[in-house]
């Protein structure tokens, strides 16, 4: 599955979501909804995740303030209420982080919602993930892995800088590791000088998003992709900027142990 990034740099957190959902904001909403979006004659319940930020001042409420408030709110919003699941305080990157987890009635469908309280740096943030009965157990790990990826930073204006980095952690979150690595094996003596081409380009990317790791989370692929690369003679074929970034590959290969 491909993800992109949702990022709110005013109040500095990312997040990342199914490409395949949109992001619906509303100046006079200060939360966006982050949903899946089916066919019109669809009759699936519209997944979503809905993260509220609130700024305090002062010393925080404590965790059963907030939830109480969050149960007395979805108690109007679902019929047939019932609480599934409290986890208090479980450790979350570091930062103490509270777990709701509640059905009921939403007409015409039996809902499920998932609600994650981080506190950090006078912000209370709310993670709402919401599925129909039915669906939830398909679904809760690709929410699992959307609050895996919940990430917090320094609060900022949105500058040209950040937008530039918000598209190359978009890309990057979108690379499909498992096609990469299957390009990377099928390289042979017939490989279209595009596709080594298209592979260089994923791993710069990756390189450029995390200097100090290399190549990102392709690490563990490029000393198959130069070995196969040398195997179908090509690695001296390449045309002159693609040499040039195969040799910078080779320092930075070596640099972090990758290859000899």
Do not use: C
Request: glycine share 4%; aromatic share 12%.
């Amino acid at each position: 599955m491909k993800f992109l990034i949702y990022s709110d740099p005013k109040n500095g957190f990312e997040i990342k979501y199914p490409s395949s959902w949109i992001v619906q904001e509303d100046p006079r909403n200060p939360s966006p909804l982050i949903m899946a979006i089916y066919e019109e004659n669809s009759e699936r319940f519209n997944e979503m995740l809905m993260p509220l930020v609130n700024p305090y001042r002062g010393k925080p409420k404590k965790y059963k303030n907030y939830i109480k408030e969050a149960i007395g709110n979805l108690r109007l919003y679902l019929k047939n209420f019932e609480i599934i699941e409290e986890i208090h305080k479980i450790d979350f990157k570091e930062k103490l982080s509270y777990t709701l987890k509640v059905k009921g009635f939403q007409p015409p469908y039996d809902v499920i919602i998932q609600l994650n309280y981080i506190l950090h740096e006078q912000r209370s943030y709310a993670l709402y993930f919401f599925a129909d009965k039915v669906n939830f157990n398909e679904i809760s790990p690709m929410f699992e892995e959307m609050l895996h990826s919940f990430t917090l930073f320094p609060p900022q204006r949105m500058t040209k800088e950040f937008e530039m980095q918000k598209r190359k952690r978009e890309t990057l979150a979108s690379i499909d590791i498992a096609s990469v690595a299957h390009e990377i094996n099928n390289i042979n003596t017939n490989t279209n000088i595009d596709t080594i081409h298209n592979l260089i380009e994923v791993f710069s990317l990756a390189g450029l998003m995390d200097d100090t790791m290399g190549f990102g989370n392709l690490n563990h692929l490029y000393p198959k992709f130069r070995a196969n690369l040398i195997q179908a003679n090509l690695m001296d074929a390449v045309p002159g900027e693609m040499y040039r970034t195969l040799m910078m590959f080779e320092e930075i290969a070596r640099s972090h142990g990758l290859i000899e």
